[in-house]
DNA sequence: TAGATTGTTAATCGATTAACAATC
DNA sequence: TAGATTGTTAATCGATTAACAATC
């Protein structure tokens, strides 16, 4: 597989496309063009077969691509058939949702195991996950593969567990804290679920629609 | 304030400048220049700058920012200050988390009310919100005012609730189900959390780390 | 074969960065 | 005042779109 350097926009648009391929699958599909992937994507023909060529040439002239074997070559872009290992950090409200709901294995991951200081916690296991204390977190890491490290511990925790997990070598953070932990000199890979950041992009555009049907009304009422 | 078309990009990095500028207020920082906070938050001072000027004039030449008066003009920018109402749809292990965890009044925001089908659920209330039936929801949107519609219900009530919500006037959705809910022709403002397309661009990046590290070993093994 | 559609090169568009006059 | 730093205009860079030869 080629790897050239490729912007980040085109690294997010292809969860999208496997998305949309998985979809397509479960419909029956096997066969689809660049030109109806972008009706129902809402992109470019163009942008789409951009995207793919920074990876090779998946499609065929005359006839477009197959569904599942494009499917498979994403899935293998993003790393989905490498079974990367993660452990999840903080086993409080948002840590259990994940554990409960969030099914790491369809994305190719394997959760291993899971850490937090409540007593009632530790030695327990949960959907398979074993819970550990975060004082063994060290060494587990230093003894066991761990390729991503789930961070879902209070504001307050971000900074010294990040820190921590650092220093044991971890490379890789999936961070659920409102806590900017990318450091400008770090080159520990972090990607963030910001919720506010989220919700407060949404506010701004529904602001804006607000005031654009404020001022249509004001305008016709005048 | 002026309200003139602002790209995406800018709009994402709002919610950062937000979060970094309460930080600066927490040490208590009450000013600060563009090329410092480029430096604190790894972009050029040209870009802050740019990002700031499509608002508004905040600055001071010579002087920088007052850090306080930024921070409210991005929240009032942001919609902060307009006590949005929202709604959960699913209380589930992800909604539970956002009515236990996630301080949306922190945000601007109003959680008024929620909705499931659990028998159970319906008639409690939970942190002060009521749990109401997913029957009443048609209802409920129609006699009371709702901005945003926040939806944690599992993947396959995704489509039949969003039509539900947009069929009784709702125009905007945070959605936290990995389903596609943008419909190209669709006026319906819609904001996903979609943690499995998050957790693949990391796992991408992990890959293309972890081939890069093997590559320069292979060669130094030479 | 003829029609369709790719992969890629070139053109356009938009976003970021640099430069600088204005001014606190 | 002199130094600092803004807001904005111009230059650069990168991403998206269009065009088209190659070919299934």
Redesign the pocket.
């Known amino acids: 597989m080629k790897r050239v350097k490729v912007?980040?926009?085109?690294i997010r648009r292809l969860p999208r496309y496997l998305r949309k391929l998985d979809d397509l699958m479960a419909g029956g599909i096997s066969r689809?063009?660049?030109?109806?992937?972008g009706v129902q994507l809402g992109?470019?023909?163009?942008?789409i077969?951009?995207?793919?060529?920074c990876f090779?040439?998946?499609?065929?002239?005359?006839?477009?691509?197959n569904v599942p074997a494009l499917r498979e070559q994403i899935a293998s872009i993003l790393g989905m058939d490498r079974g990367f290992r993660a452990i999840l950090i903080g086993v409080g409200n948002i840590g259990h949702a994940l554990m409960d709901n969030f099914c790491f294995s369809d994305w190719g991951f394997h959760l291993a195991a899971a850490f937090d200081i409540k007593p009632e916690l530790i030695g327990t296991s949960f959907q398979g996950v074993p819970i550990l204390s975060m004082e063994e977190l060290g060494s587990y890491i230093r003894s066991n593969p761990v390729d991503v490290a789930v961070l879902a511990v209070p504001k307050e925790a971000a900074i010294p567990v990040t820190e921590l997990l650092t220093a044991s070598g971890i490379e890789a953070i999936w961070n659920f804290t409102n806590v900017e932990l990318t450091e400008p000199n770090s080159s520990t890979i972090v990607e963030n679920i910001h919720f506010s950041d989220s919700l407060l992009s949404l506010s701004y555009y529904v602001a804006e629609r607000k005031d654009e049907t404020a001022a249509k009304a004001a305008k016709a009422d005048k």
């Open positions: 912007s980040n926009n085109v689809i063009s660049s030109k109806e992937l992109l470019t023909p163009s942008q077969r951009q995207d793919f060529s090779g040439e998946f499609g065929q002239q005359g006839y477009g691509y």
